[in-house]
């Protein structure tokens, strides 16, 4: 029967993960016929699906700087490019991470910045609360962490936020089994500059800890270290200058004035509940963070997901440095508070002139 293709030739066929078409044909969106094990479907329902099954995912339904549609529970917001506006293009998704994900194309974003639910850490939020050991929680990361793996290309790292406080352990298991799932790239500290003072066992929790990984242990991922240079105090270079080892002055001086390379320990204040840039979200994270990662991962134009979008940070600095960007959200509040920002961005004239 040449005019069907198994499960896995499907997947090939359509440029989604075989678990992404098991599931097309658990919800009945694909005709099978069964044989043994697997499932056999027709070309011409594939090239139908292809026409016109999925145009509700990741599809803007009319031009314009934001609109949004609702189809098959999915609320698609699209910011896109327009005529008046030189921005840049970027899509929120209202769903869930472990739906949308098998949906994206394979070897399609060259950064993913993920800030995951914690697993019992905000005891407030439902959303992190939905699992009912730390072994469900490992097994949902896989799910995710695998299908994230498959749309990364091939020189491209994901961001992976950790936890603070008393769940430690449960992140520790996360980063090894990851590291058994991709290659360990980094691990990069957010020194928060304030602790959180949740614990009276022990030392009060002042950082957070971002798992970077990349595809194999032989893949080169892109990364500009120029990119985030931070500048050296003025006493500093003066101090520098007065070394009577350079002889060239002026190209110590231009040298210095490059600034010095940053560490992969970030120290970015955490959002006070006062803060200009709190917009509603508990778990915030500050812009400057999030940029000082994507200015260094990514060039102008590439493509960032970050899956679980929260508030829309990625979403505003992606768009803000010129990149292309998606983000997944579970939560329809939050969806709304991330259109906002992303319209309120786009209305800032100087933005706008950039
Ligand atoms: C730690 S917060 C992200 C905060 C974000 N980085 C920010 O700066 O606003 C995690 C987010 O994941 C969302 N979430 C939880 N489960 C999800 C799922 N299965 N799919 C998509 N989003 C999910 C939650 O609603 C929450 O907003």
């Known amino acids: 029967m040449k005019d069907a293709l198994t499960t896995e030739a499907a997947a090939i066929f359509l440029g989604v993960s075989p678990a992404r078409i098991?599931?097309?044909?658990k919800d009945g969106r694909l005709p099978t016929d069964k044989i043994g094990r697997d499932h056999l479907i027709q070309t011409t329902d594939l090239e139908w699906f292809a026409a016109n099954g999925r145009k509700n995912i990741g599809r803007p339904s009319e031009n314009g700087c934001a609109c949004a549609t609702l189809k098959d529970d999915v609320a698609v917001y699209h910011i896109s490019k327009t005529s008046t506006l030189p921005l840049g293009k970027g899509e929120i998704i209202c769903g869930d991470a472990l739906e949308i994900l098998p949906t994206l194309p394979s070897n399609h974003f060259q950064m993913i910045v993920a800030d995951p639910p914690y697993f019992q850490v905000l005891l407030d939020e439902e959303w992190d609360n939905t699992w009912k050991s730390p072994s469900d929680y490992l097994d949902w990361t896989l799910s995710w962490v695998r299908e994230c793996k498959r749309i990364l290309r091939e020189d491209g790292l994901i961001y992976i936020f950790g936890q603070l406080g008393k769940r430690e352990h449960v992140w520790l298991h996360t980063c090894s089994m990851l590291a058994k799932e991709m290659q360990f790239h980094d691990m990069v500290i957010w020194d928060r500059a304030v602790g959180y003072n949740e614990?009276?066992?022990?030392?009060?929790?002042?950082?957070?800890?971002?798992?970077?990984?990349?595809?194999?242990?032989?893949?080169?991922?892109?990364?500009?270290?120029?990119?985030?240079?931070?500048?050296?105090d003025e006493d500093k270079i003066q101090s520098y200058l007065r070394d009577k080892r350079y002889k060239d002055k002026q190209a110590r001086e231009e040298h210095l004035r490059k600034g010095k390379y940053a560490t992969n320990i970030l120290r970015i204040?955490?959002?006070?509940?006062?803060?200009?840039?709190?917009?509603?979200?508990?778990?915030?994270?500050?812009?400057?963070?999030?940029?000082?990662?994507?200015?260094?991962?990514?060039?102008?134009?590439?493509f960032i997901l970050d899956p679980f979008l929260g508030s829309g940070t990625t979403a505003a600095s992606a768009e803000s440095l010129g990149r292309n960007w998606v983000g997944i959200e579970s939560n329809p509040e939050y969806v709304e508070i991330s259109k906002n920002r992303l319209n309120e961005l786009l209305t800032i004239p100087q933005f706008i002139l950039d």
């Open 269 to 302: 204040p955490s959002l006070k509940g006062s803060s200009k840039e709190k917009i509603g979200h508990p778990s915030q994270k500050p812009i400057s963070l999030i940029s000082h990662l994507i200015s260094a991962s990514t060039r102008k134009g590439d």
């Open 199 to 232: 614990r009276y066992d022990s030392f009060t929790p002042q950082y957070e800890m971002i798992l970077v990984l990349r595809q194999s242990e032989h893949s080169r991922p892109y990364f500009d270290k120029n990119a985030v240079r931070l500048p050296y």
């Open 22 to 25: 098991r599931k097309l044909i």
